[in-house]
């Protein structure tokens, strides 16, 4: 089990950074994908970017160039930096561990966009 804490999240104009992190509760060094989605109001929720154990890395299209996802094993923890924000990125941004044959959520951080 593992219980993920996500922040970073806030107001920032087209064309901002911002620096979401993601929390674990317990080593995650032993975690097989450590995910971010998003959820925009009236949307479905979409992959964002994801990280394996090994630390290869997989993006949404809409992102690619812009977010970098990582991790910290050491600090038991996942990142997303993202540039050149556009207002299309403002949603609920949701951090994921995929352990065993569960997938574990947290709480989201909310990302808006101003044009």
């Known amino acids: 089990q593992v219980q993920l804490v996500e922040s970073g999240g806030g107001l920032v104009q087209t064309g901002g950074s911002l620096r979401l992190s993601c929390a674990a509760s317990?080593?995650?060094?032993?975690?097989?994908?450590m995910v971010w989605y998003r959820q925009a109001p009236g949307k479905q929720r979409e992959l964002v970017a994801g990280?394996?154990?090994?630390?290869?890395?997989n993006y949404a299209d809409s992102v690619k160039g812009r977010i970098t996802i990582s991790r910290d094993n050491t600090k038991n923890s996942v990142y997303l930096q993202m540039n050149s924000l556009k207002p299309e990125d403002t949603a609920v941004y949701y951090c994921?561990?995929?352990?065993?044959?569960?997938?574990?959520w947290g709480q989201g951080t909310q990302v808006t966009v101003s044009s």
């Open positions: 994921t561990a995929n352990l065993g044959l569960r997938t574990y």
């Open positions: 317990r080593s995650i060094s032993s975690i097989n994908a």
């Open positions: 990280i394996s154990s090994s630390g290869r890395t």
